[in-house]
């Protein structure tokens, strides 16, 4: 007689549950890889070859500022002066170039080159760490919500399931008042 309309949350709905539909996991991060040992949870170490530098140095403030931190550091460079630093900032062209710089030089630019590279790949390296860690979280935070829509998902679905119980118990007393002649 009377046709209720269901919404189209009615058919997901498990009545009387809020459960999520998967297992619920306490650790704050779902992402990160575990070992299960005697029902005990660890951490796995970060893996670093013996390939990849270590930073030894103090960190930086400014990446791109070379000038902060040189009397912290542990680098072999500590002995050069602002002026030879110039120098090998600029290639060696106020001295005549590449070309013309003695054995002894060219090693001192060499370990400076390597040097300068060594801390923009640490700093690299920190910067991707960073990032790394921003994205971890981005995606916790991510799951979380996720869990919090399902939960509101469910809620709904136990709502709407309440209101066509109700829709449908007014409909059944309007037909029998309306029928004994009220």
């Known amino acids: 007689m009377f046709g209720l309309k269901k919404s189209p949350l009615h058919k997901f709905a498990k009545h009387n549950s809020v459960d999520p539909g998967y297992p619920h996991s306490s650790s704050t991060n779902p ?14 170490p970060s893996r670093r070859t013996s390939s990849e530098p270590m ?19 542990s680098s072999s460079s500590n002995f050069l002066l602002s002026s030879e630093r110039k120098k090998y900032k600029n290639d060696f062209h106020d001295s005549g170039g590449i070309e013309n710089q003695s054995v002894q030089e060219l090693e001192n630019y060499a370990v400076y080159k390597a040097e300068e590279n060594t801390k923009m790949v640490n700093n690299c390296l920190k910067i991707a760490e960073d990032i ?23 809620n709904a679905a136990d709502i709407d399931h309440d209101l066509s119980r109700v829709w449908l118990s007014l409909f059944t007393n309007l037909r029998c008042l309306l029928r004994d002649g009220l």
């Open 31 to 44: 992402f990160d890889s575990h070992d299960d040992l005697d029902g005990k949870k660890a951490l796995k």
């Open 55 to 73: 930073l030894t140095t103090q960190p930086n403030p400014n990446p791109f500022d070379d000038d902060v931190g040189k009397g912290s550091s």
């Open 132 to 154: 790394r860690e921003d994205a971890t979280k981005t995606l916790v935070t991510l799951h979380q919500q996720g869990q919090q829509i399902t939960r509101t998902h469910m």
